[in-house]
Every structure is written in structure tokens, then in C-alpha cells.
């Protein structure tokens, strides 16, 4: 499912305008990469859990030359589902 497709189910679902549907999933995003950003998590009852990892630094091969390098440390993004979700799909 695209984002377009997205807006266009929760405008339908809400009985709201794709507009306003778009707008209220921006500030949904952009509230879930702001608080990760700083540091905080997100979680959905029924859904799960959206934070960030710290990754440490490792060394890696360059495929194309063989050559060893080191892949510096660096946060990633992170999303756990949650206990039932993942029955829900085992189901």
C-alpha cells in the first residue's frame, strides 16, 4: 500500500477529505521521527513499538575489492511488533 492509497482509505473510513486525512497522517510521521530523533520511543497497543538502536562499529568487505573496511557506529531506526500482532499474523 502506497501513502496516496493510505490517505485515500482513512479519508474514506474517517468520512473526511483526502486532504485533511494527508495532513493528519504527516503530523502522525512526523511525530513518530521526531520522538525518535530525540531519543524517546513510540508504541501502539496492538501494534508495537517504534525507537532507535545503537549500532557499533564493525569492519566489513568492499564486494568489489576485497578490501577490509570499518563501518563507523551510528543509530538506526527500529520497530518491534507487538505480542498480538504477531499472533494475529501467526493465526
Known amino acids: 500500500m502506497t501513502k496516496a492509497e493510505l490517505i485515500e482509505k482513512v479519508a474514506k473510513n474517517a468520512g473526511t477529505t483526502k ?3 494527508e495532513r493528519a497522517l504527516d503530523t ?3 511525530t513518530i521521527k521526531d520522538t ?3 531519543g524517546g520511543t513510540i508504541s501502539f497497543y496492538g501494534l508495537g513499538t517504534f525507537t532507535a538502536v545503537d549500532r ?3 569492519n566489513s568487505r568492499n564486494p ?3 578490501e577490509t573496511i570499518e563501518v563507523p ?3 538506526a531506526p527500529k520497530f518491534i511488533p507487538s ?3 504477531r499472533e494475529q499474523l501467526n493465526a
Open 19 to 21: 486532504t485533511v486525512a
Open 56 to 58: 557499533k562499529a564493525r
Open 83 to 85: 505480542k498480538v500482532w
Open 73 to 75: 557506529a551510528k543509530k
Open 28 to 30: 502522525v510521521i512526523g
Open 64 to 66: 568489489r575489492t576485497g
Open 36 to 38: 525518535i530523533l530525540t
